[in-house]
């Protein structure tokens, strides 16, 4: 089983930029999966996790600005993130909520 995650990068504060992460080798359906991140020097936290059936949670600090959600027919979850900010810079790494399958993270970097 992998997740390849993608769609990091550099984007100026303000932009938006859309993760993905592509599951392998497992069908996601009926799993809930969620991606967090992890900046310089701070502890991996919780940005947004999706429910087998759709249901959304959200990192206080995210609220209305990232979307997570999900294409089953792909094994693909995304994480649309706009209105970026330099807190923002981190890595990003998509997992199968309550397992160790984890992504191998992608880079996100907001300039100021």
């Known amino acids: 089983v992998q997740l390849q995650a993608s769609g990091g990068g550099l984007v100026q504060a303000g932009g938006s930029l859309r993760l993905s992460c592509a599951a392998s080798?497992?069908?996601?359906?009926?799993?809930?999966m969620g991606w967090y991140r992890q900046a310089p020097g701070k502890q991996r936290e919780l940005v947004a996790s999706?429910?087998?059936?759709?249901?959304?949670n959200y990192a206080d600090s995210v609220k209305g600005r990232f979307t997570i959600s999900r294409d089953n027919a792909k094994d693909t979850v995304y994480l649309q993130m706009g209105s970026l900010e330099p807190e923002d810079t981190a890595h990003y790494y998509c997992?199968?909520?309550?397992?160790?399958?984890w992504g191998q993270g992608t880079l996100v970097t907001v300039s100021s």
């Open positions: 997992t199968i909520i309550g397992t160790h399958i």
């Open positions: 080798a497992i069908i996601i359906s009926s799993f809930a």
């Open positions: 999706i429910t087998n059936v759709g249901d959304t």
